[in-house]
């Protein structure tokens, strides 16, 4: 899922600087030197006076501003959307701190810092930001709570519902948030609220689409000039690719997110899931074996040994120096090549869901998770916080170069003219188009039930592509490899079912 280069593995120190990370770097904003937030309410935003930022909606066109990826500098064409302000329900103090990603599109963080810096300002809250490598924040999210002191507000980009007994109900945003702009997206709604606690137990602002990327002068040469459309089509075209030319299929098989996400996009595509729509484990079936035999068929025929070692920049790292035919990932690995070697940039392409035996479904490939730890000093500058953020999603999307898609779609209608005239310099300019029915192809992860705190163990423990990788390594048989991760899952649900947070 990390998709800028030279990634650390997980192993990397939450707060050591890397060649491609931001580490930890702090952004400070606003006037009010010391916290004494314990005496808001948390509900204080929700009062009759709150406004509206319908405002948002109107957000103006695109900017010209330069990139910040490494190389050649990408240039918008017009002007970048305007922010708009929501005075915040009652007055704030205090102090606000923030752990989040260095996100994938490094432009993103420089213009998210000076946007939260001046919202700090604006309100009286002494704001500071850390960010650092997408890969840490699990484990320093964990370490956080079990201390029971740390951020005020942490952000992750994949299934953090496994926290919900130490976080904060973030239904009271989430009601305000649909009272200004619509019905928040299924996809996003699915993926943070718990149906048996009737709780969120985060707020899901953003998400960004999973397609597959591949470049088109490998498959023109096997006769799919717009790529595979099925996995069959992947494992025929992969695998004659390889023979041809050496250049394997990069579909992960190691614990970590991209693997977690491509598993999913497999197992869904041949009729399998972890559990059913009320919450009860059926990983163990004839669809999920065969979905193994697949995956153990394409990595002999069409991959290499490395993908059981890759960590989250790897797959991007491989398709942009020529070393793989297809990933499954976002748009930012393109967007890296954009910026570094214009020529592969151009060449890559992409497809959407690919057609299994019995759907066509992805994992999304982030998921905007912000969770208020029950720990938090400032519950009321987070929350009012996070409604200032989505009201300028339109300057998200832009600033994030159409990786992040907004939670509420009334907010950024603009969009489809973004995806069918990319601001940013694709060639042709309406590459990304095929992301305008990206959620028609899209699941939330634990789909098709939710994404309850069983399902986020499952993910963040990589029961999936362990499960995958025992059978193509020969370690079990794919019929052994799935009842060994149904147990696990088993297990994982059994735990949380008693706890009262999982149905079924």
């Known amino acids: 899922m990390a998709d800028r280069l030279n990634v650390p593995p997980a192993g990397t120190a939450p707060d050591t600087p890397t060649p491609d990370s931001h580490g930890t770097s702090t952004i400070r904003g606003g006037t009010s030197p010391h916290s004494d937030s314990h005496g808001i309410s948390r509900r204080g935003f929700l009062s009759s006076s709150a406004l509206t930022a319908g405002a948002a909606g109107a957000a103006g066109l695109l900017a010209g501003c330069a990139s910040e990826s490494s190389g050649p500098q990408a240039k918008g064409t017009g002007d970048a959307p305007k922010e708009v302000f929501t005075s915040p329900a009652k007055k704030l103090s205090g102090s606000l701190s923030i752990l989040m990603w260095s996100h994938f599109v490094p432009?993103?963080?420089?213009?998210?810092?000076?946007?939260?810096?001046?919202?700090?300002?604006?309100?009286?809250?002494?704001?500071?930001?850390?960010?650092?490598?997408?890969?840490?924040?699990?484990?320093?999210?964990?370490?956080?709570?079990?201390?029971?002191?740390?951020?005020?507000?942490i952000q992750h980009i994949a299934p953090f519902s496994q926290y919900e007994p130490s976080v904060l109900d973030m239904t009271d945003v989430v009601q305000e948030a649909n009272r200004r702009w619509g019905q928040q997206l299924e996809l996003c709604r699915r993926s943070s609220f718990n149906p048996n606690t009737k709780r969120f137990y985060c707020y899901c602002p953003g998400w960004s689409p999973d397609p597959g990327d591949f470049r088109k002068s490998m498959w023109s040469k096997v006769g799919m000039p717009n790529g595979p459309a099925s996995w069959e089509d992947l494992?025929?075209?992969?695998?004659?690719?390889?023979?041809?030319?050496?250049?394997?299929?990069?579909?992960?098989?190691?614990?970590?997110?991209?693997?977690?996400?491509?598993?999913?996009?497999?197992?869904?595509?041949?009729?399998?899931?972890?559990?059913?729509?009320?919450?009860?484990?059926?990983?163990?079936?004839?669809?999920?074996?065969?979905?193994?035999?697949?995956m153990t068929r394409l990595f002999k025929e069409a991959e290499t040994s490395e993908v059981f070692s890759w960590v989250p920049a790897s797959n991007n790292q491989a398709l942009i120096a020529g070393k793989s035919s297809y990933i499954l990932n976002s748009i930012s690995a393109w967007r890296t090549a954009m910026g570094a070697n214009r020529a592969i940039g151009d060449d890559i392409f992409f497809v959407p869901a690919l057609r299994g035996p019995k759907a066509s479904l992805a994992a999304q490939h982030v998921i905007q998770q912000w969770i208020v730890p029950k720990h938090a000093g400032n519950p009321d500058a987070a929350k009012e916080f996070l409604l200032h953020y989505t009201a300028n999603f339109p300057a998200v999307t832009y600033n994030s170069e159409l990786y992040d898609l907004p939670g509420w779609p009334s907010l950024v209608p603009q969009l489809d003219g973004w995806l069918d005239h990319d601001p940013w310099g694709a060639k042709p300019a309406?590459?990304?188009?095929?992301?305008?029915?990206?959620?028609?192809?899209?699941?939330?992860?634990?789909?098709?039930?939710?994404?309850?705190?069983?399902?986020?163990?499952?993910?963040?423990?990589?029961?999936?592509?362990t499960m995958f990788g025992r059978a193509a390594r020969g370690q079990a048989s794919p019929k052994q490899a799935v009842a060994e991760a149904a147990g696990r899952a088993d297990a994982i649900f059994k735990n949380w079912r008693g706890r009262g947070l999982v149905g079924g």
């Open 430 to 465: 309406n590459k990304l188009s095929l992301l305008k029915t990206a959620t028609s192809w899209t699941a939330n992860i634990g789909y098709p039930g939710p994404s309850n705190p069983a399902i986020g163990e499952i993910f963040n423990t990589n029961v999936l592509p």
């Open 107 to 153: 432009r993103h963080d420089k213009w998210f810092d000076k946007f939260v810096a001046d919202w700090g300002k604006k309100v009286g809250v002494d704001v500071r930001v850390d960010h650092i490598n997408t890969v840490d924040v699990p484990r320093r999210a964990a370490s956080e709570i079990q201390a029971g002191r740390g951020h005020d507000l």
């Open 235 to 294: 494992l025929r075209g992969a695998a004659e690719i390889k023979r041809r030319t050496g250049v394997p299929c990069g579909i992960g098989l190691s614990p970590e997110s991209d693997s977690n996400m491509a598993a999913r996009a497999l197992l869904w595509s041949y009729g399998g899931a972890v559990q059913d729509e009320n919450e009860k484990v059926v990983l163990n079936s004839d669809a999920t074996v065969a979905a193994v035999e697949y």
